[in-house]
């Protein structure tokens, strides 16, 4: 499955704007294991992930602290920090279904334009999964901070839980070559 992933984005720089959109949806299916590593704290105050330590490559979430009242809806950004020479992602997101439930799910910078490939799956309950191509008429990657997606979910009941990246996240290279997730961020809810 991780080799069709890879091969699709490869095939989208090739093919740029030409791409189909049938074989996009093959993206879905697809999701393979990032590793996690040490390394040097570092922060950022770029495209508005103020404040937030990782360590870079990341996947974080901006803000990541949030103290709302039960029926209030939380807005948070997912972003890419850190990457060199990114062209997909595959992220999955947990969250405790018996506290938020998602009121909306809209693409970030990464997947932007016409030639955007940007899908997300919400079936199973409790699970994020989203998929996000960088597709360039020049072969460009990115190699800066990026945002991929902007979730909003709505607190349903009272308490604290968790939003978080599954292990099974990832970032990979024009070449469907996995790039090193360093850190996974956690979003902390406290629902009163």
Partial sequence: MVYLFKKLVCRSIFIGQSIKILTSSIVLLFYACGDEAGGPN?????????????YKPALIFSPDSFDIQVGDNLNTTVYAMGPENLRGVSVIIEYDSTK????????GQLSTGTNSMFFVDTLTSGVIEIVSV???????????DISIAQIVFKSISSGTSQI???RD?????PDGNQIQIRHRGIGFIDAK
Avoid: P
Avoid at 42 to 54: K, M, P, T
Avoid at 169 to 173: F, I
């Fill in 42 to 54: 570092e922060s950022s105050n770029d495209n508005g992930a103020e404040d937030i330590l990782y």
């Fill in 100 to 107: 938020l439930i998602i009121d909306y799910i809209d693409n």
């Fill in 134 to 144: 960088y597709i360039s008429d020049n072969a460009e990657s990115v190699n800066n």
């Fill in 164 to 166: 978080k990246f599954d």
């Fill in 169 to 173: 996240s990832e970032m990979v290279d």
